[in-house]
């Protein structure tokens, strides 16, 4: 039985029912008053005012603000955009949040593969971007032609940070998260780039000219971290820059790995580079009181196996440096702190119990603290720390039925390093800890029939091919070792440890090299490779060797410097020669003058073991010349002791001159013929 509800009842339940869908209703539309929802696109004519009682303001079309218009963006505002859309200036931007009350720059669909596109100011356009939030946009500001203030933001994922196009812009105290490519990227001008922190690009900072142009950027006091990939550099100019780098924190550039070889046979790919600063191409380059820590080479790839065929060649190691200089007149460099840099591992040799010919190793990258190329007018380098280059390991050489692989030889190590540079001066630079990389073995367990990969050297100061006159003063160069030769049925060369090297060209003349108050200690040879038929050389000591210059050495000190160890010959039929030292060697010097020079316990490396292995020699001095080019040597008030072999060793085409020089009379070599003389008194 169904009882029907008074009429009265019913009117009741329709009122309240009417009732509570108005208060329904007014949640439902009262509710976006607290987050208003402007939609926004086309040209801005009038002066206009976004603040966060309208927000979110919603881009679904390009915004450009016109010349002569102001756009004001206030603190706490949120702003979004459709994909591909972007806010124009050609009139004046203020965008100036407040710490606590960013504006927030932000997608619209954040599910978009296609980025918005950021803020641009053009050649007519003025203002400011301060305090904000960007994320993901494809470049969060870019000025082109203009000089926007850009300070205090934060950008979370973007292609670029920031992109500058003739601007002078200042650039302060940014956050940049995750820039796939660049950083902070500017083309000419001459912005100021300070204070921001950058971390997870590929490139930290870039600055480039224009064709023919020129551009003089001020970076300093950014801290760059966490930099990676196929081309991994901290900081970069390129040709027409004229950069004041200065005060920069640089941690943690890594290169990527080459690609392993994919095809029977295919060689491995190349590691990448990893530089904390490289200028190339500046009229003058000024680089000071930067810190780098970490730059590590990528490692090379691994060659593919090939069945009945020969495999591929183990990829190179990419090279890591502290600072890098090319092409450019002028450089000025000192104050700055590198540690630990390393050049990557060579790549194995691709092989298997299938391959007839295994392949070759890959070769370690080089590690360098500092490098300057092609310096024409002066290089200078003053009062910098540089800690622990480290050669990167040569590659393992294929294994194959017929022949393996040879081992690739190990990275060299630079502390400072100078190619092609006129008028050079390293002075009163602390260089420590550096290493040459181990050679590959011929095989992954090291024994072969074929031959394992020479040990990398160890430099402290190296200058290659002068093209003026260079200085060594002051210096401490303390505890260089080459890399250990790698393993094989001819074992390879310990890689040779120098503390100052001097290569003139020989060419037109002879250049001035100057070294005084330098001190050289704990130098060593690198071992010999262990051989199961021949065992490897240890490398040589020098504390320092000059090469095709005039010279003039004063009151330097060179102590404790060991010829490398000779490697066992498993067969025992012929082991490796230990290293050679000498305290200071001039070869092919027309005159040299040593005034107050001093040498300390000079020690030839010891022989490997099996058969009979010639001697090694340790000398104070050496001297060397050639029928083309003699030496003529004056050792005036110097010291030595301890030598293991010769106080003084004269060699062929070569005269010295002792002047109140204290040496054991017994130790000294000279005179296998006339083309050598010595001239003294013990």
Known sequence: MVVASPPRARRVLSIVAVLLAASFAAVLFAAPRASALRVVSGPIVADEVWGPVDSPFLVVGDVTVRAGVTLTILPGTTVRFDPSRALYVEGLLTADGAPGSEIQFLPNLTISPIPWRGIQF????????????FDRPEVAVRAETSSPTIAFNLVRTATFGFLLSDSSSWVTDNTILRASFVGIYSVGGSP????????????????????????????SENTITNVSGFFSVG???????????????????????????LAPGEPGGAGAVAVGILAVGAPWAGIWGNVIDTALGGRGGNGRENVSGTGGSGGPGGPGAGIVVSGTPEVEMSGNTITNVQGGRGGDGGGSALTARGGNGGAGGSALGVQVFDATSFARWYFNDIDGPRGGPGGNGGSGTLSVG??????????IFSIDTANGDASWNSIQNVLGGVGGNSTAAGGSRTAGGLGGDASGVAYHFLGGASIASGNSIMTMTGGQGGRGANAAA????????????????????????????FLVGGEGGIGDRVGGPGGSASGFAAVNVDLSTASNSFWFLQGGDGGDALDGSDAGRGGDAAGMAAVQVPTGLSSRDGVLSVSAGAAGLGGVVP??????????????????????????????????????YASVATVNLVFDGARWQAGFSDRRQFRGSA
């Open 122 to 133: 053009n050649a007519t356009s003025g203002g400011s971007v301060t305090w904000s939030i």
């Open 192 to 219: 100021v780039i300070s204070r921001n922190a950058v971390n997870g690009t590929l490139i930290g900072i870039e600055a480039d000219a224009p064709f023919a142009g020129s551009a003089f950027p001020f970076i």
């Open 235 to 261: 900081v970069y100019t390129t040709t027409g820059v004229t950069p004041w780098i200065f005060d920069n924190q640089i941690i943690g550039v890594v290169g990527a790995r080459g690609a392993n070889g």
């Open 406 to 415: 040879m081992g690739g030889g190990g990275g060299d190590a630079y502390g």
């Open 494 to 521: 310990g890689g040779n440890a120098t503390g100052v090297f001097v290569l003139g060209t020989g060419v037109g003349g002879f250049n001035l090299t100057s070294a005084a108050f330098n001190w050289v200690a």
């Open 615 to 652: 001697s090694s020699y340790a000398a104070g001095y050496f001297a060397l010349g050639s029928s083309g080019i003699r030496t003529a040597w004056t050792l005036d008030n110097a010291t030595v002791s301890g030598t293991g072999t010769f106080d003084i060793a004269v060699d062929n």
